[in-house]
């Protein structure tokens, strides 16, 4: 599998746990995505860094080649899906942890 599928595949399945499995909709919260724009401008910033000086580098035959501040936009994709995740846990486990 290329890193593109990967990224993709991600998405698809952190979409899929928060809408139709754990049903977090955090998609639907405006919250969400503010604090999303948040965190992809630090995400940028780092994958600037440390693509641009060759610390991190992908192979032209696992990417589409498309680059957003020096890297490619697959990492974007992955680190959505596992921003995502994240806080569909967070949300998951704080929610075990109430009293009943």
């Keep these: 599998m290329t890193y593109t ?11 899929t746990v928060d809408l139709f499995v754990i049903k977090t909709t955090l998609l639907k ?3 969400f995505w503010t604090s999303y724009a948040i965190i992809v401008g630090f995400q940028l910033l780092t994958n600037w ?9 992908y192979s032209p ?14 990492d974007l994709l992955f680190g ?3 921003v995502l995740g ?4 967070w949300i ?4 075990s942890h109430k009293p009943r």
């Design 49 to 57: 860094w440390l693509t641009s000086r060759n610390i991190v580098m």
């Design 29 to 31: 919260r405006k919250v």
């Design 86 to 89: 994240v806080l569909i846990n």
């Design 5 to 15: 599928q990967l990224a993709l595949c991600a998405v698809v399945i952190a979409v």
């Design 92 to 95: 998951r486990l704080d929610a």
């Design 61 to 74: 035959d696992a990417i589409i080649g498309i680059r957003i501040a020096s890297a490619p936009i697959e």
């Design 80 to 82: 959505f899906a596992l």
